[in-house]
DNA sequence: TAGTGGTCTAGACCACTCC
DNA sequence: GAGTGGTCTAGACCACTAG
């Protein structure tokens, strides 16, 4: 409910009481709001003033807003984590460790079955000409992250120019492909024979193992495979209250 | 870039047409946009909504707004992903799975250092009173987590006259206190001993362990620790573009 | 100190939908 | 048909900050 900074405007000083009423439990879920004109009126701002609040409490999930009916505060509710992800070497130096890239391999070449299914890739996307990468990143000179990735030359051309023995692969493109999007799924492994030696683990140590798939405009950028020691690293997640998007009935009875 | 549904507005037309400049890199990352007032006029618009449309580009972090130097196109960039996590009955519904939850124990007491150390408690928060609660959630018979849990009957009295041998505890505490906050940290472990005769598999096994601290208003509510087998269970996210909260240098060099 | 974004208003018309 | 939210305007004043 805090807003970082900036002086008490009238939009936030509504925001702020709203929202303590819902999160508090005063305006329980499926509690009918006054109307827009009446609380613009109890809070002596113009209709505008409200709208945006209101506006914005609804973008936000908090309550559901019906023409003809009204506003109610939002009844189905899931929980909506915000998790941010940079790229390996930020993440390291987020803790305060020195990253070190070492690339172990580097060649273009078309995907196989054996990397598109390495990589998690279902349907064959069309195995365009690749850049095939891998290494390892180090934090402290501790192996902290095995990579393997391939990036699509009919994409990202220019990739090919690059050696990626100094850039890292991840903050290379992050720059280059501006406003892709991605596609994570994580999961847990019991790592053997080369990919445990690539970080120097024990034989059968669980890893995090995360399947990347980046698109641009309906293209593929690049997969990428991240695994991680599972000791050494975790996700974090904060978690706020999030209304659904539908079903989220304005029944007053709740 | 699309819109759900509703007809074009001003708003929606123009937020979609400098969304094009942006993510198509006509506007790489430093650009400088026209002044609030002369993107006003060039679009047909008040500059209210005008002011609108970029507030909202601001906020989803495409742009950085500066008072007196103007309106950039964000530099600093990182990928932030949503995941939607209800509990883990809805999980298994959305696989298409049917669940059954097991509760195999259930008791009142304060919460011990080992307690707290395997829900992951740094700071001893002190223990209050709480109902302890152990049980397994099942996907078509077959063991899909165990969970653990502990929460605080300061804050939930209510807890204490539910059995939790039909209600699922993670779907009762989202019912039961709306607009709690959660963090989530996601790791991978090998399982050995009782963890692993929970689940049903062979010691040493990778299992993702999730541990979840939900709070309301500064009290904490419950603790969680979830523990899925690695295989069969991943975490997925969608992740967006989105431009870094800070450090978001609107030099036009760049 | 001048120029930019930040906020607010009073009023208006429109679209949707429950009755 | 009537009442609700959705959108938009023209104008105004204020706050911040680069020069």
Redesign the pocket.
Known sequence: MGHPK????????ILDALLQKIVSGAWPPGFQ????????AQF?????????V??QL?QDGYVV???????FVAKARTQSAVMAINNVADEVAALGRRHRWRLDAREVRKLGAADLRLLGVRRASVPEDALSLSGVHFADDEPFCFEMRAINLHVVPGAQGVGFDREVPGSWLLQTMPWSTARNSVRAVNVHGRDAGRLDLPDGTACLEILRKTEIGGDWVTYARLLYPGEAFQLTAEFEPKAAQDGAAPETGG
Chains 1, 2 share one sequence.
Not at 6 to 13: K, P
Not at 44 to 52: A, I, L, Q
């Open positions: 900036g002086q008490e405007t009238h939009h936030s000083r709001l006054d109307r827009e004109t009446d609380l613009a002596c701002v113009s209709r505008m003033t409200m709208n945006k209101l506006t609804a807003r019906r023409r003809r009916s009204g506003t």
